[in-house]
Structures are given as C-alpha cells and as structure tokens.
C-alpha cells in the first residue's frame, strides 16, 4: 500500500452520523473479487438526495472527507473502505468510528482521524459554506490543520501511525520479518522428505 504522510486537499462534508457500511457501499455491488472497482458505487442510494453533495464539481478530487459520529457502522465488510479509497479519499475524518471500520481502513493505507465533535462541525461547516474549501491533515506530526488555519492534534497508536507512514500492510509487516522467518525454515529439522522443490 502507499504511505501517507500529508495530505492536503480539498474537504469533502458528509453530514451525517450513524453512517452505515451498506450506505457507504450497498450490497449489491459486493460481487467483485477484486478490491477495485467499488469507487463508483460510493453512497450509490444517496445520489439523488438533497444531502448528498460529493458529485458537485466543488468537491471533485477531495482526498478528506468529514462525517458525523460513528463513521462506518453496521457489517464489517472491507468494501466500504475499499470503496472510499477508490474514490480517491485518502482520510477520513470524524468524532467517532466503528472499530471495524476504523482497524479496515488502517489496514489498507487510509487514515482515520478522530478530531473532537466541536472540530468536526466547524470543518463539516467551513466546507458547506465555502465549498471547495482546502485543509491539511499531517500524520508525521498527527496534526490536523482546520480550514480556519487552527491546528488540532489527534492521537493514533504508534504502531498504526508507523505502517501508514511506511506504507506497510500484513505482508510488508512480515516481509520485514523475512530473514528471521529465512533463518527459521533453514534451521528447523524436517521429518521425511522435503516437498518445496518440485521434481
């Protein structure tokens, strides 16, 4: 996956909380077998609401988007982060996450910040009333800097901080691992024969 570092960009609003993962990406488009592909069908069932406002030309191209509390709630599946990440939103901010959600979202390369409700609504605010609005949001530093120019720090865990700066998912995490998993398989003692060459 690709590290993050800073992203700045514009702010995408969402105002709304209790945002389910079958809102996010509805169900019937989980057929796909692979992770891409599912951008396209993000918030698929809002497109036609008066609330829904990430098709307007304004919002083309935001990286960050800022929702209400408890982002991503219901099922657990992965297509909804996938779904986010395909449609190029590289953060997403909010007072709370569902912890699936949340851990889904780290595992593939995007970031969830979670800033203070107060914070929250002065973003969700400041891109409503100028839409097109841009702010900054460095993980290195984990600094979100808010459209108002205040900056607002946020905590994440160390070792999700670190595979999100690196850019490492579960393979890279055990690719990092390789010669003490290299000095293991050479070392071991193995009964009968050995099967990893082919005859």
Same mark, same amino acid.
């Given at each position: 996956m690709e590290p993050i570092?800073?992203?700045?960009?514009?702010?995408?609003?969402?105002?709304?909380?209790?945002?389910?993962?079958?809102?996010?990406?509805? !169900?019937?488009?989980? !057929? &796909?077998? +692979? &992770?891409?592909?599912?951008?396209?069908?993000?918030?698929?069932?809002?497109?036609?609401?008066?609330?829904?406002?990430?098709d307007r030309p304004e919002y083309a191209?935001?990286?960050i988007l800022v929702a209400g509390r408890n982002f991503g709630c219901g099922s657990s599946r992965e297509?909804?982060?996938?779904?986010?990440?395909?449609?190029?939103?590289?953060v997403v901010i909010a007072p709370s996450f569902a912890d699936i959600f949340r851990t889904n979202c780290t595992k593939i390369g995007m970031l969830?910040?979670?800033?203070?409700?107060?914070?929250?609504r002065a973003i969700i605010g400041a891109a409503l009333d100028q839409p097109g609005i841009g702010m900054t949001v460095d993980l290195g530093e984990s600094v979100v800097v808010l459209p108002d120019g205040r900056s607002v720090e946020f905590h994440i865990e160390d070792a999700v901080r670190d595979r999100?700066?690196?850019?490492?998912?579960?393979?890279?995490?055990?690719?990092?691992?390789? +010669?003490?998993?290299d000095a293991y398989e050479n070392?071991? +003692?193995?009964e009968g024969p050995v099967t990893t060459t082919l005859l």
């Open positions: 570092t800073i992203v700045t960009s514009t702010v995408a609003p969402m105002d709304r909380a209790d945002v389910d993962t079958d809102q996010i990406i509805p !169900k019937q488009f989980l !057929k &796909r077998i +692979e &992770r891409s592909g599912f951008g396209e069908f993000l918030f698929f069932d809002w497109r036609e609401e008066d609330f829904y406002l990430l191209g935001a990286r297509h909804a982060p996938w779904a986010l990440q395909d449609h190029g939103f590289d969830p910040v979670i800033l203070p409700d107060d914070d929250v999100l700066l690196n850019g490492w998912d579960d393979i890279g995490l055990t690719l990092l691992q390789s +010669e003490e998993i070392s071991r +003692e193995r």
